[in-house]
């Protein structure tokens, strides 16, 4: 097996945007609004909502123009009634225009952009230098919504549902951490326990939306962040199961972690998709370690977790499944105990469960199979381990996973057959479980190491054995070789 050093990960890229999202401080500054129709008095609203102050121009201003400009939100409205002119966009931060004519439109547009103020005209794309998204308002918390227009209908039904999700509790937990960060700063915290005390703030905040903060609460989370302050100096570690694949299998702790993280030291088997869930500011470094191949080397996987920890970094160790599953996560777990650090365990969905999800078989049935076991298919020089114990292979009422089989399940299978384990016990071999390019294969115990073989070579392998697989083998078989009500190839590869 071939060394390699830890490799810093390049963040991924961000994807094209079809708006840039920015929230515009508008307090105290003035906007200009040209038009008097309903839409405009919503724009109105919306500018002196966000503190602004407002001057509308409009001939014939509609009755909720009218309404508005009587009693605004926040940012004083003045009603002009004239046409706007050139003039009346000096010093303006902002120009929203609502206008029938096309003609009138693009005039507003261009003296707007003449004298280098983004404007908005509703309704025209084509002379806007922003839009307007649909809004879920606990203000301070503001969060926008943005189709680029394409389906307005559709960004108000998120707004809805977005609505339900968010307590309106929320607004206030807001307002008072702009009201405490003041004070926090001045108590003298270094930076990881200022954080410390934000995510005990928020975790309070979540689980109890609608209760109205008090000075005993800012009392209690300081408290907590002081007597935690000495661990959160020296850093942390939590090994977290990335599951099989498909992101959204991760668990919501799991996506916390790696929103929290500073360092995420990633397994080659890791789905690249589960990234997008990490904090984009985090440092990823591949510390992979992919079977026959090149690989870091455990005891430098241990030190580097370590030194990070030690530097006051909270760190993530990225695995593929369950860390606790074949994930050496025992050595891992000692190295960070000797060394002082505080180490917590985040579970994944293992390969199997991904397997059984993917092919809807349940690994345990009664009066077929009691226990189900996971063996690994190869040992540290990549042979076949030699203390197997055979028996329970064998076991009929048993349903067996292995993990890892690529070079040794043709050995392993004929192992198990020597030992009494019916040569037609059906078998599902599977590649990339639960992601895109996943490919599976349904075969009898004596055809998997030939099905695996023809597998694609890249990503991670796990073959299912037992007779919990009977029906979905004779299924595919009455197909006649064709692809089954599963999609699953009874003697090739699949992919989905």
């Not at 690249?272 to 992979?288: H, I, N, Q, S, Y």
């Not at 370590?306 to 996560?329: Q, T």
């Not at 050595?331 to 002082?340: D, L, Q, T």
């Not at 979905?472 to 190839?489: H, N, P, V, W």
Request: net charge positive; charged share 20%; glycine share 8%.
């Amino acid at each position: 097996m071939r060394a390699r050093s830890p490799i810093e990960m390049r963040p991924p890229q961000m994807q094209p945007l079809a708006r840039l999202p920015v929230f515009y401080a508008l307090a105290a500054k003035r906007t200009v609004v040209a038009g008097g129709n309903t839409a405009a008095a919503w724009k109105v609203e919306l500018l002196s909502a966000a503190g602004a102050q407002v001057d509308v121009y409009a001939v014939d201003p509609s009755a909720e123009l009218v309404a508005v400009a009587t009693n605004p939100p926040q940012g004083m409205v003045n009603l002009h009634r004239r046409p706007w002119s050139a003039e009346s966009l000096g010093g303006a931060a902002m120009a929203v225009g609502a206008f029938d004519d096309e003609a009138e439109a693009a005039r507003f547009a261009g003296a707007a952009r003449m004298a280098g103020i983004p404007v908005n005209v509703i309704d025209r794309p084509a002379h806007c230098d922003f839009a307007f998204g649909a809004i879920v308002n606990r203000s301070p918390l503001v969060i926008g919504i943005s189709t680029d227009g394409a389906a307005p209908v559709f960004g108000q039904a998120i707004r809805a549902k977005l609505e339900t999700m968010i307590p309106q509790g929320f607004a206030r937990w807001a307002d008072d951490a702009r009201n405490w960060r003041p004070r926090l700063k001045a108590a003298g915290l270094s930076f990881a326990a200022r954080r410390k005390f934000w995510e005990i703030f928020t975790a309070f905040a979540v689980s109890h939306p609608e209760r109205k903060p008090e000075q005993s609460d800012y009392e209690a989370f300081l408290a907590a962040t002081c007597r935690n302050e000495k661990t959160t100096e020296l850093g942390s570690i939590t090994l977290v199961g990335a599951g099989p694949g498909d992101p959204e299998l991760l668990t919501l702790r799991a996506v916390r972690a790696l929103q929290s993280a500073d360092v995420i030291l990633i397994d080659d088997l890791v789905s690249p998709a589960v990234l997008d869930f990490a904090r984009r500011e985090a440092k990823k470094m591949l510390v992979g370690k992919t079977g026959f191949g090149p690989s870091c080397k455990q005891d430098e996987i241990n030190a580097l977790m370590i030194k990070l920890a030690k530097a006051g970094k909270r760190v993530v160790r990225l695995k593929g499944g369950d860390p606790m599953i074949f994930g050496r996560a025992g050595e891992e777990i000692a190295a960070c105990r000797a060394a002082g650090i505080k180490v917590e365990v985040v579970p994944g969905i293992t390969a199997a469960q991904g397997v059984a999800s993917r092919i809807a078989v349940s690994l345990t049935q009664r009066r077929v199979a009691r226990r189900v076991q996971y063996i690994t298919g190869h040992t540290e020089d990549g042979k076949l381990p030699s203390d197997i114990d055979w028996g329970m292979l064998a076991d009929p009422t048993a349903t067996t996973v292995v993990y890892m089989p690529r070079k040794t399940i043709g050995e392993m299978t004929a192992q198990a057959i020597a030992n009494g384990l019916d040569a037609a016990t059906p078998a599902v071999a599977v590649i990339n479980c639960t992601r895109p390019d996943e490919t599976i294969a349904i075969a009898t115990l004596a055809e998997i190491g030939d099905r695996l073989d023809q597998l694609p070579a890249e990503g991670p392998a796990v073959v299912v054995i037992g007779r919990v697989l009977r029906e979905l083998y004779l299924q595919t078989q009455a197909d006649d070789q064709s692809t089954s009500r599963l999609g699953i190839a009874a003697v090739s590869a699949h992919s989905r």
